[in-house]
T-cell receptor
Framework: GEDVEQSLFLSVREGDSSVINCTYT??????LYWYKQEPGAGLQLLTY?????DMKQDQRLTVLLNKKDKHLSLRIADTQTGDSAIYFC??????????????FGTGTKLQVIP | DADVTQTPRNRITKTGKRIMLECSQT?????MYWYRQDPGLGLQLIYY???????NKGEISDGYSVSRQAQAKFSLSLESAIPNQTALYFC?????????????FGPGTRLTVL
Protein backbone atom coordinates (compact mmCIF):
# COMPACT_ATOMS: atom_id res chain seq x y z
CA GLY A 1 0.00 0.00 0.00
CA GLU A 2 0.91 3.63 -0.09
CA ASP A 3 2.93 5.12 2.73
CA VAL A 4 4.56 8.53 2.93
CA GLU A 5 7.03 9.34 5.69
CA GLN A 6 8.60 12.57 6.89
CA SER A 7 10.66 13.59 9.85
CA LEU A 8 8.60 15.45 12.44
CA PHE A 9 10.72 18.50 13.09
CA LEU A 10 13.40 20.72 11.53
CA SER A 11 15.02 23.80 13.01
CA VAL A 12 17.09 26.25 10.94
CA ARG A 13 18.50 29.74 11.34
CA GLU A 14 17.07 32.61 9.35
CA GLY A 15 18.98 33.03 6.10
CA ASP A 16 20.11 29.41 5.93
CA SER A 17 18.70 26.83 3.55
CA SER A 18 16.14 24.33 4.77
CA VAL A 19 15.84 20.84 3.34
CA ILE A 20 12.72 18.85 4.15
CA ASN A 21 12.79 15.20 3.19
CA CYS A 22 10.09 12.70 2.33
CA THR A 23 10.10 9.03 1.40
CA TYR A 24 7.28 7.10 -0.20
CA THR A 25 6.68 3.46 -0.96
CA UNK A 26 4.45 3.33 -4.05
CA UNK A 27 6.53 3.39 -7.23
CA UNK A 28 3.43 4.01 -9.37
CA UNK A 29 3.08 7.60 -8.16
CA UNK A 30 2.21 10.07 -10.92
CA UNK A 31 2.63 13.40 -9.14
CA LEU A 32 4.20 14.46 -5.86
CA TYR A 33 3.25 17.59 -3.96
CA TRP A 34 4.46 19.89 -1.24
CA TYR A 35 1.94 21.75 0.90
CA LYS A 36 2.47 24.35 3.63
CA GLN A 37 0.18 24.69 6.65
CA GLU A 38 0.41 27.76 8.86
CA PRO A 39 -1.25 27.78 12.30
CA GLY A 40 -5.02 27.94 12.07
CA ALA A 41 -5.02 27.67 8.29
CA GLY A 42 -5.62 25.10 5.63
CA LEU A 43 -3.00 23.45 3.45
CA GLN A 44 -1.55 25.74 0.81
CA LEU A 45 -0.14 24.16 -2.33
CA LEU A 46 3.52 25.19 -2.70
CA THR A 47 4.64 23.20 -5.68
CA TYR A 48 4.36 19.82 -7.35
CA UNK A 49 6.39 17.66 -9.66
CA UNK A 50 5.51 15.09 -12.28
CA UNK A 51 7.03 11.72 -11.50
CA UNK A 52 9.16 11.61 -14.66
CA UNK A 53 10.99 14.79 -13.65
CA ASP A 54 13.91 14.86 -11.25
CA MET A 55 13.99 18.55 -10.39
CA LYS A 56 11.75 21.58 -10.34
CA GLN A 57 12.71 25.08 -9.26
CA ASP A 58 10.33 27.87 -8.37
CA GLN A 59 11.94 31.00 -6.93
CA ARG A 60 13.30 30.01 -3.48
CA LEU A 61 11.92 26.48 -3.71
CA THR A 62 13.73 23.53 -5.26
CA VAL A 63 12.13 20.10 -5.44
CA LEU A 64 14.33 17.06 -6.03
CA LEU A 65 12.88 13.68 -6.88
CA ASN A 66 14.89 10.46 -6.76
CA LYS A 67 12.47 7.96 -8.16
CA LYS A 68 14.85 5.03 -7.75
CA ASP A 69 15.11 5.63 -4.00
CA LYS A 70 11.51 6.94 -3.73
CA HIS A 71 12.82 10.09 -2.10
CA LEU A 72 11.46 13.62 -2.46
CA SER A 73 12.96 16.75 -0.96
CA LEU A 74 12.01 20.40 -0.70
CA ARG A 75 14.80 22.94 -0.39
CA ILE A 76 13.92 26.45 0.75
CA ALA A 77 16.70 28.93 0.06
CA ASP A 78 17.30 31.93 2.34
CA THR A 79 14.75 30.69 4.87
CA GLN A 80 12.71 33.44 6.51
CA THR A 81 10.67 33.51 9.74
CA GLY A 82 7.54 33.53 7.58
CA ASP A 83 8.52 30.08 6.35
CA SER A 84 7.84 28.65 9.82
CA ALA A 85 5.00 26.18 9.30
CA ILE A 86 4.22 22.50 8.87
CA TYR A 87 5.17 21.10 5.46
CA PHE A 88 3.35 18.11 4.02
CA CYS A 89 4.57 15.83 1.30
CA UNK A 90 1.92 13.96 -0.71
CA UNK A 91 1.88 11.51 -3.58
CA UNK A 92 -0.80 10.78 -6.15
CA UNK A 93 -1.16 7.16 -7.21
CA UNK A 94 -3.52 5.40 -9.64
CA UNK A 95 -6.66 4.06 -8.09
CA UNK A 96 -9.88 2.43 -9.23
CA UNK A 97 -12.84 4.00 -11.00
CA UNK A 98 -10.92 7.00 -12.26
CA UNK A 99 -9.93 8.10 -8.78
CA UNK A 100 -6.26 8.74 -8.18
CA UNK A 101 -5.53 8.50 -4.50
CA UNK A 102 -3.55 11.24 -2.75
CA UNK A 103 -1.61 10.04 0.31
CA PHE A 104 -0.20 12.60 2.72
CA GLY A 105 2.78 12.36 5.01
CA THR A 106 2.44 13.31 8.66
CA GLY A 107 4.08 16.68 8.15
CA THR A 108 7.42 18.28 9.12
CA LYS A 109 7.30 21.25 11.44
CA LEU A 110 9.85 23.83 10.33
CA GLN A 111 11.04 26.25 12.99
CA VAL A 112 13.04 29.25 11.79
CA ILE A 113 15.21 30.87 14.43
CA PRO A 114 15.79 34.61 13.96
CA ASP B 1 -10.37 35.54 -5.61
CA ALA B 2 -11.57 32.04 -6.36
CA ASP B 3 -11.66 30.27 -3.06
CA VAL B 4 -12.76 27.37 -0.87
CA THR B 5 -14.70 28.38 2.23
CA GLN B 6 -15.86 26.32 5.19
CA THR B 7 -18.45 26.97 7.87
CA PRO B 8 -18.32 26.94 10.80
CA ARG B 9 -14.62 27.46 11.54
CA ASN B 10 -14.98 26.13 15.07
CA ARG B 11 -17.65 23.98 16.68
CA ILE B 12 -18.03 22.40 20.07
CA THR B 13 -20.77 19.84 20.45
CA LYS B 14 -21.86 16.99 22.67
CA THR B 15 -21.85 13.26 22.11
CA GLY B 16 -24.90 12.11 20.16
CA LYS B 17 -25.63 15.42 18.46
CA ARG B 18 -26.02 15.76 14.70
CA ILE B 19 -23.52 18.10 13.11
CA MET B 20 -23.21 19.47 9.59
CA LEU B 21 -20.07 21.06 8.18
CA GLU B 22 -20.43 23.04 5.00
CA CYS B 23 -18.07 23.76 2.14
CA SER B 24 -18.45 26.13 -0.77
CA GLN B 25 -16.08 26.88 -3.62
CA THR B 26 -15.85 29.53 -6.29
CA UNK B 27 -13.02 27.85 -8.19
CA UNK B 28 -15.34 26.18 -10.67
CA UNK B 29 -13.75 22.80 -9.90
CA UNK B 30 -15.77 19.67 -10.48
CA UNK B 31 -14.24 17.51 -7.76
CA MET B 32 -14.66 17.99 -4.03
CA TYR B 33 -13.30 16.13 -1.02
CA TRP B 34 -13.58 15.94 2.76
CA TYR B 35 -10.46 15.16 4.79
CA ARG B 36 -9.84 14.75 8.47
CA GLN B 37 -6.57 15.78 10.15
CA ASP B 38 -5.45 14.33 13.47
CA PRO B 39 -2.12 15.25 15.08
CA GLY B 40 0.66 12.98 13.87
CA LEU B 41 -1.57 11.19 11.36
CA GLY B 42 -1.50 13.38 8.29
CA LEU B 43 -4.76 13.70 6.38
CA GLN B 44 -7.26 10.93 5.86
CA LEU B 45 -9.93 10.98 3.14
CA ILE B 46 -13.52 10.69 4.35
CA TYR B 47 -15.55 11.13 1.13
CA TYR B 48 -15.03 12.46 -2.36
CA UNK B 49 -17.30 13.55 -5.17
CA UNK B 50 -16.45 13.87 -8.86
CA UNK B 51 -19.72 15.63 -9.68
CA UNK B 52 -23.17 16.16 -8.19
CA UNK B 53 -24.29 12.61 -8.94
CA UNK B 54 -21.02 10.86 -8.11
CA UNK B 55 -20.18 10.40 -4.43
CA ASN B 56 -17.70 7.88 -3.10
CA LYS B 57 -16.46 6.67 0.25
CA GLY B 58 -12.90 7.34 1.25
CA GLU B 59 -10.66 5.61 3.77
CA ILE B 60 -12.61 6.49 6.93
CA SER B 61 -16.26 7.04 5.98
CA ASP B 62 -17.87 5.20 8.91
CA GLY B 63 -19.91 7.58 11.05
CA TYR B 64 -20.02 10.25 8.32
CA SER B 65 -22.32 11.10 5.42
CA VAL B 66 -22.12 13.74 2.70
CA SER B 67 -24.33 15.66 0.33
CA ARG B 68 -23.31 17.39 -2.91
CA GLN B 69 -26.05 19.98 -3.22
CA ALA B 70 -24.55 21.68 -6.24
CA GLN B 71 -21.26 21.72 -8.09
CA ALA B 72 -20.03 24.38 -5.69
CA LYS B 73 -21.34 22.92 -2.41
CA PHE B 74 -20.37 19.79 -0.52
CA SER B 75 -21.46 19.21 3.06
CA LEU B 76 -20.30 16.66 5.63
CA SER B 77 -22.61 15.33 8.35
CA LEU B 78 -21.95 13.49 11.56
CA GLU B 79 -25.29 11.85 12.36
CA SER B 80 -24.42 11.11 15.97
CA ALA B 81 -21.14 12.69 16.99
CA ILE B 82 -18.70 10.80 19.22
CA PRO B 83 -15.56 12.07 21.01
CA ASN B 84 -13.11 10.33 18.68
CA GLN B 85 -14.48 12.45 15.83
CA THR B 86 -12.80 15.43 17.47
CA ALA B 87 -10.43 16.62 14.74
CA LEU B 88 -9.69 19.28 12.16
CA TYR B 89 -11.81 18.82 9.02
CA PHE B 90 -10.80 20.11 5.62
CA CYS B 91 -12.71 20.46 2.42
CA UNK B 92 -10.70 20.40 -0.79
CA UNK B 93 -11.32 20.75 -4.51
CA UNK B 94 -9.55 19.72 -7.68
CA UNK B 95 -10.04 20.17 -11.40
CA UNK B 96 -9.75 17.09 -13.61
CA UNK B 97 -8.64 19.34 -16.44
CA UNK B 98 -5.64 20.70 -14.55
CA UNK B 99 -2.42 18.77 -15.10
CA UNK B 100 -1.25 17.22 -11.89
CA UNK B 101 -4.67 17.50 -10.31
CA UNK B 102 -3.50 19.28 -7.16
CA UNK B 103 -5.89 19.68 -4.28
CA UNK B 104 -6.91 23.13 -3.07
CA PHE B 105 -7.94 23.28 0.57
CA GLY B 106 -10.33 25.34 2.61
CA PRO B 107 -9.28 26.87 5.95
CA GLY B 108 -10.65 23.97 8.00
CA THR B 109 -13.25 23.42 10.70
CA ARG B 110 -12.08 22.55 14.18
CA LEU B 111 -14.65 20.19 15.71
CA THR B 112 -14.65 19.20 19.37
CA VAL B 113 -17.04 16.51 20.57
CA LEU B 114 -17.44 16.41 24.34
Amino acid sequence: GEDVEQSLFLSVREGDSSVINCTYTDSSSTYLYWYKQEPGAGLQLLTYIFSNMDMKQDQRLTVLLNKKDKHLSLRIADTQTGDSAIYFCAERTPGSGGYQKVTFGTGTKLQVIP
Amino acid sequence: DADVTQTPRNRITKTGKRIMLECSQTKGHDRMYWYRQDPGLGLQLIYYSFDVKDINKGEISDGYSVSRQAQAKFSLSLESAIPNQTALYFCATSDRGLAGGPLFFGPGTRLTVL
